[in-house]
């Protein structure tokens, strides 16, 4: 609902009750947009953090392989009989 400077000043030097209500709701939906959008961003960082700690976890296990792997050839003179 637009108010025009005319409807406001009538409201203010009156009853400013439908003022006060559409200051409310206007507040109301401002916070519900805001607390949306903080969820949004929070699932967001998540998912990257959840993606760098499995992609650090591959790393780390296939370089354990490769070292075990290393050690066993190593261990063996390299050579398959």
Do not use: C, H, I, P
């Not at 009538?10 to 949306?36: F, I, M, P, R, Y």
């Not at 949004?40 to 591959?58: D, E, H, I, P, Y």
């Amino acid at each position: 609902m637009a108010v025009t400077l005319a409807e406001l000043v009538v409201l203010l030097k009156g009853d400013d009750k439908q003022l006060t209500q559409t200051l409310d709701s206007t507040e109301g939906k401002t916070k519900s947009w805001a607390s949306s959008m903080g969820s949004m961003a929070q699932g967001a960082l998540m998912g990257v953090g959840m993606a760098a700690v499995n992609m650090l976890a591959s790393a780390a296990s296939a370089t354990v392989e490769f070292v075990g792997d290393s050690v066993s050839a190593a261990a063996g003179g390299g050579e398959d009989v």
